[in-house]
């Protein structure tokens, strides 16, 4: 069958919606080309560079007419960039998307009508508001390449700034370019798996300003890392200097091996008034200001009267169970990663909270076995899985616990969607979904879905 269009061909398009990765969608003659960088309601000419059965990519030539909502991006790489898919965009009408992707979601995928969704709560300030930051290091001995991938692959854009960063990731990179140009220390390369230097990570406590800085190095030393240490002590706030070790050829940033080079090998901050640890291997929400608001969403959901049993699944380092604990009877909470379980115990005993209780293991194994061996009960569940979402086991075990309420905490609306579609035939309606921006300028969509028993 002939295609309406040819590769290498250039046509005039009007773009109609974005899809899930930011990019433009438009159609000719029914035929659906992608066109990245396009907004909707825009017309365009492209270039066509692949063309598939039933789709096909366009590269965007000429904007003809621009979309009201177009701005020009802040950041001087965005274009090139992998971080930021929505720089051109509004931020107002990033949040109108962010609401519409997980509607269209919760309809297409599970089938899911006539449920409110409640629009996207954004920033009131958008810059600057990650805590957490991952560069990887690359080039030449003495030559370092420090940024982030270009889209779509591993090649390192060189970036003095990022503006999705806390600015003092700008002054701690250029301290780690000096030393790495100076030192002459080997930098890795991905594809030989050799060199040294492989990504710095930060992390910022928002609240309480302490600083933790993470080298990660295919090894087990860092030469020369006590002239490291001096310049990055000299940051103020500066707590935690770190080495992490990761020899295997893997996209994995971390390894599981933590030497710590100066301070503590961790760092405090708060979210309300509950104070956590947080250690470098430890999952901790990126966005402190919107997770207080995503935090504020699901206990507003769970309406806790002090008398409930909650149970808190995919718990990370207990942010979300002790944020509850303060209004119920009694959280306990189950995470894969034993580290982060081990901070969860400190920051209960930390906050004098003794009706916060832990387990380390999957989920899906532990709430099914205490089920079946001690009859576990509960009167909310909170669950705040993964991108994958829940193992089906685990909904299986949640519908025979028959909680009054589920707070589904969601990172990805498509698994999301999956997932309410299993448990909306099987006792549950969904009462609402409230889409909450934690992460402007991304396609990334958080929300928190309140389900109660039928
Ligand atoms: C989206 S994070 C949420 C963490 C925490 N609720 C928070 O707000 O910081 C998902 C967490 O699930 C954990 N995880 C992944 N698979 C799991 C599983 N099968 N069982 C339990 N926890 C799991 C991850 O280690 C991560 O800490």
Redesign the pocket.
């Known amino acids: 069958m002939e295609l309406p269009v040819q590769k290498n061909q250039e046509y005039e398009i009007t773009i109609e919606d974005l899809g899930n990765n930011g990019e433009g969608i438009g159609r000719i003659e029914g035929y659906t080309v992608f066109v990245e960088g396009a907004l909707p309601g825009e017309r365009v000419r492209v270039l066509m560079v692949k063309t598939k059965k039933h789709y096909g990519y366009g590269k965007l030539r000429e904007i003809l007419e621009p979309s009201p909502d177009r701005i020009t991006p802040v950041c001087p790489v965005a274009e090139k960039c992998g971080g930021c898919q929505l720089q051109h965009l509004s931020y107002e009408a990033q949040l109108a998307f962010k609401t519409k992707k997980v509607k269209d979601h919760l309809e297409r995928i599970g089938g899911l009508t006539g449920i409110e969704v409640l629009p996207a709560i954004g920033m009131e300030d958008p810059w600057r508001y990650r805590n957490k930051a991952q560069f990887p290091v690359g080039g030449e001995k003495g030559a370092p390449q420090i940024g982030f991938y270009a889209k779509r692959s591993h090649r390192i854009i060189d970036t003095p700034a990022c503006y999705l960063q806390n600015e003092v990731n700008d002054a701690i990179v250029q301290i780690v370019r000096d030393f790495l140009t100076e030192n002459k220390i080997p930098l890795y390369d991905e594809e030989t798996h050799s060199g040294l230097v492989r990504h710095i990570l930060t992390r910022v406590g928002r609240q309480s300003g302490q600083i933790m800085v993470c080298i990660v190095i295919n090894g087990k030393n860092l030469p020369q890392s006590q002239k490291l240490v001096e310049r990055l002590t000299a940051v103020p706030g500066m707590t935690s200097i770190v080495l992490n070790e990761n020899r295997k050829a893997t996209n994995v940033i971390l390894g599981e091996k933590i030497h710590v080079l100066w301070g503590k090998e961790f760092i405090t901050d708060t979210i309300g008034s509950v104070e956590f640890e947080i250690s470098p291997l430890s999952?901790?929400?990126v966005n402190p200001i919107q997770t207080r608001v995503l935090y504020q969403t699901a206990l507003d959901f769970a309406d806790l009267d002090g008398t409930e049993t909650v149970l808190d699944?995919?718990?990370?380092?207990g942010?979300?169970s002790l944020f509850f604990a303060q209004k119920a009877k009694r959280v306990f909470g189950?995470?894969?990663?034993p580290q982060?379980i081990e901070d969860a115990k400190r920051n209960a005993a930390r906050n004098h909270m003794d009706n916060a209780f832990f387990q380390a293991g999957?989920?899906?194994e532990v709430i099914p076995r205490l089920y079946e061996t001690e009859g576990l009960q509960a009167d909310v569940v909170v669950v705040?899985?993964?991108r994958k979402g829940c193992?089906q086991r685990l909904l299986e075990t949640i519908l025979e616990i028959a909680p009054k309420k589920l707070v589904y905490v969601s990172?990805d609306s498509a698994t999301l969607a999956r997932d309410l579609a299993y448990l909306c035939p099987r006792g549950y309606r969904v009462e609402k979904v409230q889409v909450v921006d934690q992460f402007p300028w991304t396609v990334h969509v958080e929300s928190v879905a309140l389900l109660s028993k039928e």
């Open positions: 999952f901790y929400q699944l995919y718990c990370g380092i942010t979300i189950v995470e894969i990663v982060a999957a989920a899906e705040d899985p993964p193992d990172c």
